[in-house]
């Protein structure tokens, strides 16, 4: 049997036969970053409407996706399967279902900017189409003139932000801020890294200006020649300190066929859950789902450069280093932090300390959880109250630097 790999269809198949589970529609051929930034979209937003649709509990309660650059774009699904539309709607209906199913008034809304004129066509005759309970308010034009609007429809609801971009012009902080101002509201940005490091030290002053204003600059310029980290690194304290976000954290979604990153997404929100949802959601897709996705895309690449199919490499997919590789060495590096912290601080409450862990490093809460018992277990580390054979740590449990008398955290 001849199997083109252009064939979508044949694809999934192929990658359902290796036992990944995964399934990867054929839209996405070509442009596999797009699938893996959609995945992480998805896998946030399905825990983001559950969680915040679990206030319904106390009374009716409104849940917002608020989509500021909304495409559709580049898609290839007449459905818009394949687009953060679809996928957006998708999430906050099922969030609603789970919990009408239990009695509880949820209502649901959505905003979609987008400027291109046709593209806005498409979504607009879309979204006629799509019978939905969702109160759905598609606006022509640009994202930073509509944050006004948004503010006043939207009030002081519950709200997912997505911030996707084609570059950076247009996607100044000083728009993502009004809409961060009320309690419950997530964001979640795409840092085009390829175009930003492009551009980054470029002279002139039309591109220092819009890399200020991404960048949510208030004093001084630019700092020049700052590899990727240090540019996140930046990215994420203005974030937090423009946008009245506390915890914020990014990961790498990489080239499909080379070793490198294509976009950073940073997720900033109120509470610590946001980064725990978001570290699982790295967990899931970049280090899991990713080595199937990009392997196929490798391999679809090199028949493409030799007119070959060559079905055995796309049959036993590599194991994709580029997450583990981050993974083990802040795995490492996220002790030590957490040892310096206590030495510097005494002892703390685990709550209130895998946070700040989880923003710069790429790690999950369970990984911190289970370096800290190995400490303990070592005798480096004190996790009280004592159990003998622990299996996890509770927020509330106090760790501190075994042998030391610490002062206890205020
Ligand atoms: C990367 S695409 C969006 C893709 C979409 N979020 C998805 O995941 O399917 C960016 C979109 O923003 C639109 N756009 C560009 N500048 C804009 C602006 N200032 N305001 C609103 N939309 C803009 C582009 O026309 C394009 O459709």
């Known amino acids: 049997m001849l199997i083109s790999l252009y064939d979508g269809e044949a694809l999934s198949r192929l990658v359902s036969d290796v036992g990944t589970g995964m399934n990867i529609p054929s839209e996405y051929n070509g442009r596999e970053q797009s699938y893996l930034k959609h995945r992480i979209l998805k896998e946030y937003l399905d825990q983001w409407g559950v969680k915040i649709g679990s206030?319904?509990?106390?009374?009716?309660?409104?849940?917002?996706?608020?989509?500021?650059?909304?495409?559709?774009?580049?898609?290839?699904?007449?459905?818009?399967?394949?687009?953060?539309?679809?996928?957006?709607?998708?999430?906050?209906?099922?969030?609603?279902?789970?919990?009408?199913?239990?009695?509880?008034?949820?209502?649901?809304?959505?905003?979609?900017?987008?400027?291109?004129?046709?593209?806005?066509?498409?979504?607009?005759?879309?979204?006629?189409?799509?019978?939905?309970?969702?109160?759905?308010?598609?606006?022509?034009?640009?994202?930073?003139?509509?944050?006004?609007?948004?503010?006043?429809?939207?009030?002081?609801?519950?709200?997912?932000?997505?911030?996707?971009?084609?570059?950076?012009?247009?996607?100044?902080?000083?728009?993502?801020?009004?809409?961060?101002?009320?309690?419950?509201?997530?964001?979640?940005?795409?840092?085009?890294?390829?175009?930003?490091?492009?551009?980054?030290?470029?002279?002139?002053?039309?591109?220092?200006?819009?890399?200020?204003?991404?960048?949510?600059?208030?004093?001084?310029?630019?700092?020049?020649?700052?590899?990727?980290?240090?540019?996140?690194?930046?990215?994420?304290?203005?974030?937090?300190?423009?946008?009245?976000?506390?915890?914020?954290?990014?990961?790498a979604v990489p080239h499909p066929t080379h070793e490198r990153t294509w976009f950073r997404l940073v997720i900033g929100g109120k509470h610590p859950k946001v980064l725990e949802v978001f570290r699982d959601a790295e967990r899931k897709v970049i280090g899991q789902e990713a080595a199937n996705v990009r392997t196929l895309a490798k391999q679809k690449a090199k028949e493409d450069r030799s007119g070959q199919l060559s079905l055995g490499a796309v049959v036993s997919p590599q194991r994709d280093r580029w997450y583990d590789v981050q993974n083990d060495l802040d795995c490492r590096n996220a002790i030590c932090a957490l040892k310096a912290l206590l030495r510097e601080h005494g002892r703390r409450k685990f709550g209130s300390l895998w946070p700040e862990l989880l923003e710069d490093y790429h790690v999950t809460k369970n990984d911190i959880a289970r370096l800290v018992i190995a400490a303990a277990n070592d005798g480096e580390l004190l996790i009280e109250p004592e159990r003998r054979r622990r299996s996890l740590v509770r927020d509330d449990e106090w760790v501190s630097i075994n042998g030391v008398i610490e002062r206890e955290e205020t």
């Open 55 to 251: 206030t319904a509990r106390q009374g009716p309660v409104k849940l917002w996706y608020v989509d500021c650059f909304a495409g559709p774009w580049k898609n290839r699904d007449q459905g818009l399967r394949d687009t953060s539309i679809a996928i957006g709607l998708q999430a906050l209906e099922e969030a609603a279902a789970t919990w009408r199913t239990h009695g509880h008034e949820i209502r649901l809304g959505a905003i979609f900017v987008e400027k291109d004129r046709s593209a806005y066509q498409q979504l607009q005759t879309y979204l006629a189409k799509r019978s939905s309970d969702i109160d759905i308010h598609p606006w022509h034009g640009k994202f930073g003139d509509h944050v006004q609007r948004i503010i006043d429809v939207i009030e002081a609801d519950p709200a997912f932000v997505f911030v996707d971009p084609t570059g950076f012009k247009g996607v100044g902080m000083h728009f993502i801020a009004p809409l961060m101002r009320q309690r419950m509201r997530d964001v979640l940005v795409n840092v085009m890294f390829n175009d930003i490091n492009r551009f980054k030290d470029d002279p002139r002053s039309f591109l220092r200006q819009q890399m200020w204003d991404f960048f949510g600059l208030t004093e001084g310029s630019m700092p020049s020649g700052l590899a990727e980290n240090e540019l996140m690194a930046l990215y994420r304290r203005n974030l937090k300190r423009n946008c009245d976000v506390k915890y914020a954290a990014d990961l």
